[in-house]
């Protein structure tokens, strides 16, 4: 260190006195030009922020106006699910009875099958009993007429 200094000492003043000077010059300029760029970068993100907060304006105006916009088909829409449900709601209810209703008509002409069947077995016996009987009156007839046929040939001496 001692040398150093003793080295200063020896220099000629100008140098020592311009060093100082250089330095300031170089300080001064970068002052300015470090300004010169704050200032710069300082308007140029002043200027994105204004944009930035325009855009934001407009872009919160568009939403509202969609909002507003689409505020009304959605309370329709909301409203045309209220009542769906309400009526979704009652056709269950009209569903049950409608079922109970179905299950005693079904019941209902389960038993009138029935007495039909009955009914046509009844038909059907009866119309063998009205064959049966044909075949009997005829069987009836024939025999009265084979009897006519015989009194008419030998009379009986006492009728009776």
């Given at each position: 260190?001692?040398?150093?200094?003793?080295?200063?000492?020896?220099?000629?003043?100008?140098?020592?006195?311009?060093?100082?000077?250089?330095?300031?010059?170089?300080?001064?300029?970068l002052k300015g030009y470090?300004?010169?760029?704050?200032?710069?970068?300082?308007?140029?993100?002043?200027?994105?922020?204004?944009?930035?907060?325009?855009?934001?304006?407009?872009?919160?105006?568009?939403?509202?106006?969609?909002?507003?916009?689409?505020?009304?088909?959605?309370?329709?829409?909301?409203?045309?699910?209220?009542?769906?449900?309400?009526?979704?709601?009652?056709?269950?209810?009209?569903?049950?009875?409608?079922?109970?209703?179905?299950?005693?008509?079904?019941?209902?002409v389960q038993r009138k099958?029935?007495?039909?069947?009955?009914?046509?077995?009844?038909?059907?016996?009866?119309?063998?009993?009205?064959?049966?009987?044909?075949?009997?009156?005829?069987?009836?007839?024939?025999?009265?007429?084979?009897?006519?046929?015989?009194?008419?040939?030998?009379?009986?001496?006492?009728?009776?």
């Amino acid at each position: 260190m001692n040398s150093f200094s003793y080295s200063l000492q020896e220099a000629p003043s100008t140098i020592t006195q311009s060093l100082p000077d250089e330095f300031e010059r170089i300080i001064m300029e970068l002052k300015g030009y470090s300004m010169d760029v704050f200032g710069r970068k300082y308007e140029n993100r002043a200027n994105t922020f204004t944009t930035v907060r325009v855009e934001t304006k407009k872009v919160c105006c568009r939403a509202q106006d969609l909002l507003m916009k689409f505020k009304e088909p959605i309370d329709a829409m909301q409203e045309k699910i209220v009542n769906a449900t309400h009526n979704l709601a009652i056709n269950k209810e009209e569903g049950k009875s409608l079922e109970k209703r179905n299950l005693a008509v079904e019941e209902d002409v389960q038993r009138k099958q029935e007495v039909v069947d009955d009914l046509k077995e009844r038909e059907s016996l009866t119309k063998a009993i009205i064959v049966d009987n044909n075949e009997s009156m005829e069987l009836i007839k024939s025999g009265s007429n084979v009897i006519r046929r015989i009194e008419k040939r030998c009379p009986c001496p006492n009728p009776g």
